[in-house]
């Protein structure tokens, strides 16, 4: 077990009050609920000072609630890293506080290696090592021209959000 992981279980242990708040980011998209949609885009729960990032399938929206570049699967890849990118910044987080990420993809057999690629690629930017757990499954997205969505976890320790 890593020191970090050990030092956050730690901290969790001594808690005496669990503490949850919306996560929210309207400068890359737009809350659930001004579609129609009943669910936060993300939760915040802290635990004593470890902070623990319950991010929501987040898929390839824009600040308007728009389906952003329909039809290409790489690029709304890299709308949807960007789009939790901002959810995490949100919080004071980054990918390198991600544990987990749980993949969505219309089309598994077509689009997997395109995924990888991208995931692969966008993991190697953020420069990190260990990778988050993963999984990955074919699903049918809540629109028909969403191809990809991914939902993260992230754990940090000892920084606020930012207001």
Same mark, same amino acid.
């Given at each position: 077990m890593s020191r970090p992981f050990q030092e956050a279980?730690?901290?969790m242990a001594k808690a005496t009050a669990i &503490?949850?708040?919306a996560i929210t980011n309207p400068r890359v998209l737009n809350e659930a609920h001004?579609? &129609?949609?009943s669910f936060s885009r993300g939760l915040r729960v802290d635990v004593g000072n470890v902070a623990i990032l319950l991010i929501s399938g987040t898929a390839s929206i824009d600040e308007d609630g728009s389906t952003v570049h329909p039809g290409d699967f790489r690029a709304q890849c890299r709308r949807t890293y960007l789009n939790i990118t901002g959810l995490l910044e949100?919080? &004071?987080a980054t990918w390198k506080?991600?544990?987990r990420t749980t993949c969505?993809?219309?089309d598994m057999e077509r689009d997997y290696a395109a995924f990888n690629e991208e995931r692969t690629r966008f993991f190697a930017a953020q420069g990190l090592d260990p990778l988050p757990a993963s999984?990955?499954?074919q699903a049918i997205l809540c629109r028909p021209d969403l191809l990809v969505e991914i939902e993260a976890i992230a754990m940090f320790i000892g920084?606020?959000?930012e207001d």
């Amino acid at each position: 077990m890593s020191r970090p992981f050990q030092e956050a279980l730690s901290q969790m242990a001594k808690a005496t009050a669990i &503490g949850k708040q919306a996560i929210t980011n309207p400068r890359v998209l737009n809350e659930a609920h001004a579609y &129609g949609s009943s669910f936060s885009r993300g939760l915040r729960v802290d635990v004593g000072n470890v902070a623990i990032l319950l991010i929501s399938g987040t898929a390839s929206i824009d600040e308007d609630g728009s389906t952003v570049h329909p039809g290409d699967f790489r690029a709304q890849c890299r709308r949807t890293y960007l789009n939790i990118t901002g959810l995490l910044e949100s919080e &004071g987080a980054t990918w390198k506080d991600v544990v987990r990420t749980t993949c969505y993809l219309r089309d598994m057999e077509r689009d997997y290696a395109a995924f990888n690629e991208e995931r692969t690629r966008f993991f190697a930017a953020q420069g990190l090592d260990p990778l988050p757990a993963s999984t990955g499954i074919q699903a049918i997205l809540c629109r028909p021209d969403l191809l990809v969505e991914i939902e993260a976890i992230a754990m940090f320790i000892g920084r606020e959000a930012e207001d």
